[in-house]
């Protein structure tokens, strides 16, 4: 009998898809059934190659040796995984299997993750597809029966690596290049430099912004406010005028000079896609793009909640529609008041209508609750939150549209002109589903009629300076790179990791600035680079490759001739560049100055900025695998007058090791054992010893 063997992305989807398809057979690094192998990734293991695999004299930066373009892009197994990859290596060539089904997430770096694979293991035998935008069990077995031919989907694969190429040449071409020529590690991109570049540009504008003070005049007429206004405008520009106003209109009454009501709705909002949701998940919970994505990985993979969520649309395919009751009883535990409803008299049919559009539906359809019956104590706080977003959003689809009135009135108060905008309320609509605070609050009703005589009950004067641009959250930075065509909802929030990693970017308070480093670092780059308009159009192109519109060649070749472009300009270059936080430290080895710099988890390091030298030095205490029973960050190591314990650098929780000791049984360290040579993700070597050498020790 032969089999197909299932390429899935990460292990804990390979289990889930093997679970369904009936395989029990459980080996290290795959799960084998009657008809089905399933094996998996561990993300990427394939890579491009790294310039001195082509020439060792790369492995010495030197700027003479740029730019680096090799004739032909080569790839080769990541080597941290290589294990992974040779198991799979080592099924390929099973006899009793016939065809092979690419199960890696359904969208562009999903392809890749395969098709690299693929080609690596020199598979010649027929290829499927599965496509599909839920984990749930019904999802994955309808998707398995109905499996597309790989080639379909050999445009988005092109796609793919044409990004990736693009990225390797024109990223580490430039960061090479600036770091060499400047002694400073620093590092420019396809898209990261252009959204550094509106960072500065709006620290620009905070930084050259000259507030002037205006005045805004308003009087309370029958429990509203009226505000003066002349040629459509409310600001007085001086506090002489101001005085000569209020002294006009005291001790007079206000005359309805014209009084137009419109009856009003608001439609209901589309459903998220995953740049939407970060923003909303940033502007309310303070999320970052970064924890949302993972947040949202989670519900859609370990709890099957959601649909897709890397999905750039808002919009659904009408086959969707057949689903709807099934979503609305899968959420109908937690909101039971909220669909009731709509289960017994619509029908679970939607009310929203214009959400069914396929035209504007790419690869997958907007993110919304699966038929997998949620259960709420299996959610964290954050997943809770973050499903609630998506559900909520997803409930008003069936709710009607939002309706009020619209009340606008001019009036007169002793020959100057003041206006009265008032809403009210008639149907709360989809907009009963909003929490406490956003709903809108219905207002007494205001009637007016022309002619009418007001009497005005109090002068009101603000004192008010024009504001500067704040600067942006990450909400609205996504906004900004959405708009302009940066990077792509999967790649979004990696991108403002790594400026934050880079250290050309910093939090304050919430708000993204550019640092000395970043700033410094847009005036070294070429303009084109720091544009958002050629980055977009790159970005337009990848598209269009992906859609079977583009050509891959002609895309490639101009990559070529502009990373050739940036790297002359560099080399060129007259600009002078200081190196950022520079300290009075020496370097023991080689003698020269010590800059800190800080790891991923905020250590602070020393770093000799003789790049040959290359020693480095801890500032700040060891991070162990230890995790903090609060915030579950890193925890410090120290060494104390009794001994060793660790420290929590957020909350300040301090673990003695004793203490850790006592807890530890020797089933438990077989447990862990076990479980880690069950789990083929990558961990720490340091603690699989150190848990082997203690339970020997115990044994003994």
């Not at 069990?137 to 309808?142: G, L, R």
């Not at 796609?159 to 400073?184: F, H, M, P, Q």
């Not at 337009?540 to 002359?568: C, D, S, V, W, Y």
């Not at 203690?694 to 003994?700: G, H, I, S, T, W």
Request: charged share 30%; net charge positive; aromatic share 6%.
């Amino acid at each position: 009998m032969t089999k197909a063997l299932v390429l899935a992305e990460k292990p804990s989807v390979g289990r889930e898809i093997a679970r369904v398809l009936g395989c029990k057979k459980t080996e290290r690094h795959y799960i084998e059934g009657d008809h089905y192998i399933v094996t998996w990734a561990l993300g990427h293991l394939i890579e491009l190659k790294m310039p001195e695999e082509y020439d060792q004299k790369y492995k010495t930066w030197r700027i003479e040796d740029l730019p680096i373009i090799p004739n032909k892009m080569e790839t080769r197994p990541i080597k941290q995984t290589r294990a992974q990859f040779q198991a799979i290596s080592k099924l390929a060539k099973r006899k009793d299997l016939d065809s092979l089904i690419i199960a890696t997430d359904a969208g562009r770096e999903g392809e890749l993750v395969a098709r690299w694979i693929i080609k690596t293991i020199h598979w010649h035998k027929p290829i499927k597809r599965l496509w599909i935008s839920s984990q749930t069990d019904k999802a994955i077995q309808d998707g398995f029966q109905h499996l597309s031919p790989a080639k379909d989907y050999d445009q988005l694969y092109q796609s793919a690596v044409c990004r990736s190429e693009a990225d390797w040449l024109i990223g580490l071409n430039v960061s090479r290049a600036l770091t060499v020529k400047y002694n400073d590690s620093l590092s420019a991109g396809r898209v990261q430099t252009p959204t550094l570049s509106m960072l500065l540009e709006r620290e620009n504008a905070i930084r050259t912004f000259k507030p002037k003070p205006y005045w805004i005049l308003g009087v309370d007429v029958g429990g509203y406010t009226a505000t003066w206004q002349c040629a459509d405008k409310n600001r007085i520009l001086s506090k002489k005028h101001v005085a000569t106003l209020k002294a006009k209109i005291s001790g007079h009454p206000a005359i309805v000079r014209q009084v137009t009501v419109k009856n009003k709705h608001e439609r209901q909002p589309l459903p998220y896609d995953l740049t939407e949701l970060q923003r909303d998940a940033n502007r309310k919970f303070g999320f970052s793009a970064k924890k949302t994505l993972n947040v949202l990985q989670n519900l859609y993979e370990h709890h099957k909640i959601v649909t897709y969520p890397r999905t750039d649309s808002r919009y659904l395919t009408p086959d969707v529609a057949s689903t709807m009751p099934e979503r609305l009883k899968a959420v109908s535990s937690m909101y039971g008041r909220e669909t009731r409803s709509i289960l017994h008299k619509q029908k679970g049919k939607v009310l929203a209508k214009f959400v069914y559009n396929e035209s504007k539906v790419s690869d997958h359809h907007a993110l919304i609750p699966t038929e997998q019956p949620v259960f709420m104590s299996d959610l964290s706080d954050d997943e809770r939150r973050l499903f609630d977003l998506v559900v909520r959003r997803f409930l008003a689809l069936f709710y009607p549209q939002y309706q009020y009135r619209s009340i606008h009135a001019e009036l007169d108060i002793n020959g100057e002109s003041f206006v009265l905008n008032v809403s009210e309320q008639t149907d709360p609509g989809f907009k009963q589903l909003s929490a406490p605070s956003d709903a809108p609050h219905p207002q007494a009703k205001l009637r007016l009629t022309q002619a009418q005589q007001l009497q005005v009950r109090r002068i009101r004067v603000e004192d008010k300076m024009t504001e500067p641009p704040a600067r942006f959250s990450e909400a609205d930075l996504l906004t900004k790179m959405e708009k302009y065509g940066l990077g792509t909802p999967a790649t979004r929030a990696d991108i403002i990791e790594k400026l934050l990693q880079a250290e050309s970017v910093q939090r304050i308070n919430g708000r993204l600035c550019p640092t000395a480093k970043g700033k410094q670092l847009i005036d070294l780059v070429n303009n084109d680079l720091k544009s958002a308009a050629l980055t977009a159009e790159w970005e337009h192109q990848l598209e269009h490759i992906a859609k079977g519109k583009g050509n891959p060649q002609h895309f490639m070749t101009k990559i070529r001739k502009k990373t050739q472009q940036l790297i002359n300009e560099v080399k060129s270059s007259e600009k002078t560049y200081k190196i950022q936080n520079l300290t009075g430290s020496k370097c023991p080895e080689c003698g020269s100055l010590m800059k800190e710099v800080h790891d991923r988890d905020g250590a602070r390091i020393l770093v000799c900025i003789n790049r040959e030298c290359g020693y480095r030095k801890r500032r700040d205490p060891k991070l162990s695998n230890k995790r903090c029973p609060t915030c579950h960050k890193r925890m410090e190591m120290h060494h104390g007058k009794a001994g060793l314990y660790f420290q929590c650098r957020s909350c300040g929780i301090i673990v003695k090791a004793d203490e850790l000791k006592q807890k530890a049984n020797k089933k438990e360290t077989r447990r862990l054992l076990h479980q880690m040579n069950k789990e083929s993700e990558p961990i720490g070597n340091s603690l699989a010893d150190a848990l082997k050498a203690a339970m020997k020790q115990k044994n003994e």
